[in-house]
């Protein structure tokens, strides 16, 4: 009897279910070769911001360490021949960060931003501490939703 059920009920409810998907579009991605493009808010991997002339814009002043709720950046500061402080050593412990964004709120020089990346897994826990020079180097093209957002934090 369960033989016969099986052969008659359930065999063809199976296949039927397979075929009605077959030609449906996969609603799955076949990463890593097609990319998921994220949010335009999403909070990702940091980077900081030079201005156009190429000089850093951090000046070391400590707010966003100050703001950070997982006291995940470590600076110290330096300063150039003409006065001018910079962070000689900057950076941030991505394991301990949680991604809330307050460090690019409270920076008063727009020099740290979050960005889209989220491909950073690793087996090594050292490599999640992240340099001002990889953080430099991750400095993405400015997209017009940044600039926006620059234009509003000047006015405010
Ligand atoms: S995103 Fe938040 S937790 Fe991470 S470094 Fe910035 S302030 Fe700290
Ligand atoms: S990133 Fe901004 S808030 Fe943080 S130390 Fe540099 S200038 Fe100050």
């Given at each position: 009897m369960n033989f016969i059920r099986t052969v008659i009920i359930a065999l063809p409810k199976g296949f039927y279910t397979t075929l009605k998907h077959l030609f449906k579009k996969p609603v799955t991605r076949k990463y890593p070769y097609e990319r998921r493009e994220m949010a335009p808010r999403y909070r990702g991997k940091h980077y900081l911001e030079r201005y156009d002339d190429g000089?850093?814009?951090?000046?070391?002043?400590?707010l966003c360490a100050a703001s950070c709720p997982a006291d995940a950046i470590y600076m110290e500061g330096g300063e150039t021949d003409n006065g001018e402080r910079f962070a000689k050593v900057y950076e941030i412990n991505l394991l301990r960060c949680?991604?809330?964004g307050f460090c690019e709120e409270a920076c008063p020089e727009e020099a740290i931003f979050l960005g889209h990346e989220y491909e950073f897994s690793d087996d090594n826990r050292d490599s999640f501490i992240y340099t001002k020079e990889q953080m430099l180097a991750n400095r993405p093209k400015e997209k017009p939703f940044k600039r926006i957002i620059r234009k509003v934090r000047r006015i405010f």
């Open positions: 000089t850093e814009r951090c000046v070391c002043c400590g949680i991604f809330c």
